[in-house]
């Protein structure tokens, strides 16, 4: 999944500077392209994401993914749309409560480039 994010934001990039190129005239075109493009790519990410099994982490894991993205704990259940208690205890060794796998899977999301616009509007 990684390798299919990192090369389809290569083929945008790549667009991104031969659009900096462009002939007026042509330009709109390749914008057009690009976007129906970009809206392609997200598609397959979603799709392949979402048929992937769910899969919880540990609270080891889950504490590094939220580190990775440079989420603080309340910042992360804001996202999350939880209480940042829940974030400490589901980060906690102790196995009591471990994370939650939707929450496992949105921060999989978040990991693989998917900012939701709670995160964006920041």
């Keep these: 999944m990684k390798r299919l994010m990192i090369d389809a934001v290569e083929v945008l990039n790549t667009v991104d500077g031969i659009l900096l190129h462009m002939p007026e005239h042509i330009a709109p075109n390749l914008e057009a392209y690009r976007a129906r493009l970009g809206e392609q790519i997200g598609r397959l990410a979603q799709e392949e994401l979402n048929e992937a099994p769910l899969q919880s982490m540990t609270a080891k894991e889950f504490r590094a993914a939220r580190q990775a993205l440079g989420f603080s704990q309340s910042q ?6 939880t209480h940042s208690r829940t974030i400490r205890k ?3 060794d102790d ?3 471990p994370p939650n796998p939707i929450a496992c899977r949105v921060i999989e999301w978040m990991l693989a480039g998917y900012m939701p616009p709670v995160v964006e509007a920041r």
């Design 76 to 81: 992360l259940g804001k996202v999350l749309n």
């Design 90 to 92: 589901w980060e906690r």
């Design 95 to 97: 196995g009591t409560r």
